[in-house]
């Protein structure tokens, strides 16, 4: 990351464990993804070891899968994305109208 006046700093990242955090907060095991992804089980273990590294092709199904981004994934972007896709258009607009609501909120505590 950089910090300024040619100054770099780097944070530890664990890609395999970023992938497996994903996986489990779906509920999904290693060979589910597999299947969904069209890949072996023992490919999905190998990322999760930070033994095999995916194509590019794979991340971003592996994004979709997550509802989640190829940077999210890579540790690019350390914060975590919330995608609407998975939600009907009537569930978008309560998602979206607490947000709406909770904003006011949200600025009066700083955060």
């Known amino acids: 990351m950089y910090k300024g006046k040619g100054v770099f700093t780097i944070d530890v990242y664990d890609f395999g464990l970023r992938l497996k955090e994903l996986r489990e907060g779906k509920n999904l095991s290693q060979a589910d993804v597999a299947r969904i992804i069209e890949i072996s089980r023992t490919t999905i273990s190998g990322y999760e070891q930070n033994i095999k590294t995916p194509k590019i092709e794979t991340l971003k199904k592996l994004a979709l899968l997550y509802n989640?981004?190829?940077?999210?994934?890579?540790?690019?972007?350390?914060?975590?994305?919330?995608?609407?896709?998975?939600?009907?258009?009537?569930?978008?607009?309560?998602?979206?109208?607490?947000?709406e609501k909770i904003k006011p909120q949200m600025k009066k505590t700083g955060d």
Do not use: A, M
């Open 68 to 99: 989640s981004s190829v940077d999210y994934i890579l540790g690019i972007e350390t914060r975590k994305n919330f995608y609407l896709d998975d939600f009907t258009p009537e569930q978008q607009d309560i998602v979206l109208d607490f947000l």
